[in-house]
């Protein structure tokens, strides 16, 4: 007797999709064509989300677009990288940061492109190709003629540098890990190997190649992983997925699905050789010996390829759920039609139909579709027997397909832009009550995109001959241009007439308003220029640009550059979480700074200059000149001293000197004399009517720790009178 058993739907429910195809005629087709050697269960959900790099790991193969781990084939080790902040004065902070170069095997044949990539489930690669992180990236699509990578080939050597061909990689140069805890992440990729779904019967005649064929019309899948331990594992979940079953015949084994072409076989029994008459029976199983719910697992690609799950239930008796595992990137609603046409199968195959037939009807194959005379419906051959030339046959109904499912709504992660790198580098005077020793260049940075999270610093004070690192910017700034210069105004009151406009960076920027109490305690203060100014308004006028109201002029010391700005000129918000500070050497005051920002959206990055004039380190200028015409003919020129400290001036009282010593260097110009400089301890001065008789220009600086203050300009008439 020969036998034929195929229960694809029976033992798909128990365990992954698609069940076991069963020995075929005598066991070769099985064995020895299609399926060697017998397989497990086929790939499952679990084993696409976590990257490896174990020996042995096996290579996936990609169809259409697909999110995959992929498995880490080569790595360098980790590159340290060192900046040193701090210095004279000051405790010295080594940073470090590490970058790694690697190349990640993705599928075990071509593929056209990859689109999106995560690290730590955070997104590295947008989907216009845009990188997140600094790296390095290359290519290599898995193409049997293709080259080495010219990385690996140079880390390993030529002779010993592989081509991976017919398996398709990536390679990251310099990735660096400063987002991942200066370790390697774990990396998934957006994979698209085929334009387009691919029907789950093309991919399994692919994996099985040509050894097996599939109907036309079964079920499409936007992306497939072909990972298990054999072909048949493969291709009984793939069934599962068409809700389909194999048929073998005269041209090999082909996976058919649904209702189709039928043979009409008679509702009526035979007799055998010695003359009995066969039987037709009917049999349903009872509704709760079969499952009530189907619940299938599935990436979603709208979800950024995560798992989802979706159900299918009828009504009536049974408590039975069975779940399915679908490694397949659909959408909701296509996943939950299969459910569904899981749920009906189940269903419609509790009716069981035996026939017996005369050796005439040796010409249907197991799998079959069949019509029974004067009964609806189509029927599949389950198994099929054969004993003294008397065939019997036992069927099961053939559900027909579901209408197709909504999936429901979804909500998926935002892939922003990070655009250009914006850079403001410049010496900020001190902007806090504790005196810097050494010249303190600040940084602000941001991107042109609302993704742009930091960029890598490099500085050179020589005019470029040599460049350092400097570590990373501080999280993303405020800035952009000045359209409307803000005017000449005092820095005594508060300016109501005149307004600055600016354009920031990007749109998706904000300014906000300050009351008096805020501004009091440093709110809204800007760098527009030269200049220090704060805002009490912020009115946004559209696209980036904003009108400033209720300035506050020259702060911490910088009236000197009220009204010299002009329409093009730098507006940076200054925001302690927002300015990089870097320290440099007290040789550097003279010289002219170069920074370098490279974001990972950048190509060579963006490079400012800054002038070091010592600013951040030395006093401010002396203010509120007073010149008294003495009764002997002398004059008096007093002056108030300002500080580095106490710019709030709480108490009432003197400012902390916040130098070493109070004294002061006083320039005399006399208009018919050679000029002189004299230094004195006192905020004060006596001239002689000779040093002023034909008018005289006088500049007074205090002389700080680290420098000379900028001067104080008098200007007498040959009176004695401030001109």
Not at 313 to 327: H, V
Not at 478 to 492: F, K, M, R
Not at 594 to 613: F, H, L
Request: charged fraction near 20%.
């Amino acid at each position: 007797m020969a036998t034929l058993v195929l229960t694809v739907a029976g033992t798909a429910i128990g365990g992954p999709l698609g069940g076991s195809i069963g020995a075929a005629i005598g066991g070769v087709i099985d064995r020895e064509v299609l399926f060697k050697p017998a397989g497990r269960e086929g790939p499952r959900l679990t084993e696409l989300a976590v990257q490896t790099s174990s020996y042995g790991t096996q290579i996936p193969k990609l169809f259409g677009t697909m999110r995959v781990a992929g498995s880490v084939v080569w790595a360098t080790d980790l590159v340290e990288h060192r900046s040193t902040s701090g210095g004279k004065g000051r405790p010295s902070t080594t940073n470090y940061s590490y970058t790694v170069s690697l190349a990640v095997a993705l599928s075990g044949r071509p593929i056209l492109s990859v689109r999106r990539i995560w690290a730590d489930g955070k997104l590295l690669r947008g989907t216009a190709g845009d990188f997140k992180a600094r790296t390095g990236f290359r290519l290599h699509r898995g193409d049997e003629d293709q080259a080495v990578d010219p990385l690996i080939a140079a880390a390993e050597g030529v002779g010993l540098a592989p081509a991976h061909r017919g398996i398709a990689y990536a390679v990251f140069e310099d990735l660096e890990l400063a987002e991942y805890g200066n370790r390697i992440p774990s990396m998934t990729f957006e994979v698209i190997a085929d334009p387009g779904a691919v029907a789950a019967g093309d991919i399994a005649a692919c994996v099985a190649d040509g050894a097996l064929a599939s109907e036309a019309g079964s079920v499409s899948l936007d992306g497939f992983s072909v990972q298990g331990g054999s072909v048949r594992a493969v291709a009984e979940t793939l069934a599962g997925a068409a809700n389909g079953w194999f048929v073998p015949g005269e041209a090999g084994v082909t996976l058919v699905h649904g209702i189709g072409e039928t043979i009409e076989l008679p509702d009526e029994g035979v007799r055998d050789a010695q003359g009995r008459m066969g039987t037709a029976n009917r049999a349903i199983a009872a509704a709760d010996s079969a499952a009530r719910m189907v619940s299938l697992t599935h990436y979603d690609p709208a979800r950024d390829y995560q798992a989802g799950v979706q159900r299918a239930s009828r009504p009536g008796a049974g408590t039975r759920e069975a779940r399915l595992e679908l490694p397949a990137a659909i959408a909701p609603g296509a996943a939950r039609t299969i459910a569904q046409a899981a749920l009906a199968r189940i269903d419609r195959e509790r009716e069981r139909r035996t026939l017996t037939l005369g050796w005439h009807a040796l010409t249907l194959f197991p799998g079959g579709r069949v019509t029974i005379a004067g009964t609806p419906g189509q029927w599949r051959i389950d198994r099929w027997s054969l004993e003294a030339m008397v065939l019997r046959l036992e069927l099961l109904r053939i559900a027909a397909a579901p209408l197709p499912a909504g999936g429901g709504r979804v909500l998926s992660s935002p892939d922003l832009q990070i655009g250009d790198t914006v850079l403001a580098a410049f010496e900020l005077p001190l902007l806090e009550d504790r005196l810097a020793v050494v010249p303190r260049l600040a940084a602000v940075a941001a991107g042109t995109g609302a993704g742009w999270r930091s960029a890598g610093l490099m500085l050179s004070i020589d005019d470029g001959a040599h460049w350092s690192e400097a570590g990373a910017t501080a999280p993303p700034g405020v800035l952009g241009t000045i359209d409307v210069p803000p005017g000449v105004a005092s820095a005594a009151i508060a300016d109501a007439i005149n307004h600055c406009e600016v354009t920031l960076a990007n749109p998706a920027m904000q300014l906000s308003d300050a009351d008096a109490a805020a501004l009091d305690n440093g709110a809204s203060l800007a760098l527009a220029g030269e200049e220090l100014l704060q805002f009490a308004r912020a009115e946004p006028l559209g696209a980036g640009r904003w009108r400033l109201r209720g300035l506050w002029r020259g702060r911490r010391g910088t009236e000197h550059a009220i009204g010299g700005q002009n329409a093009g000129d730098a507006f940076v918000l200054i925001d302690s979480e927002t300015v990089k500070t870097i320290d440099l050497a007290s040789s550097a005051i003279g010289a002219q700074a170069r920074v370098t920002a490279q974001g990972a959206g950048d190509g060579a990055g963006v490079t400012v200059a800054a002038p070091i004039d010592g600013r951040s380190v030395v006093p401010p200028s002396p203010v509120h000149p007073r010149v008294q015409m003495q009764s002997d003919g002398a004059l008096l020129i007093e002056w108030v001293r300002r500080s580095r400290l106490g710019w709030r001036w709480i108490d009432g009282v003197d400012a902390a000197l916040g130098e070493e010593m109070e004294r002061y260097r006083v320039s005399i110009a006399p208009g018919d004399a050679p000029a002189r400089t004299v230094e004195t301890e006192t905020a004060s001065i006596m001239l002689d009517p000779v040093d002023f008789g034909a008018g005289c220009a006088i500049t007074i600086c205090q002389i700080g720790s680290q420098g000379l203050s900028r001067p104080l300009s008098i200007i007498l008439s040959d009176t004695g009178e401030p001109e």
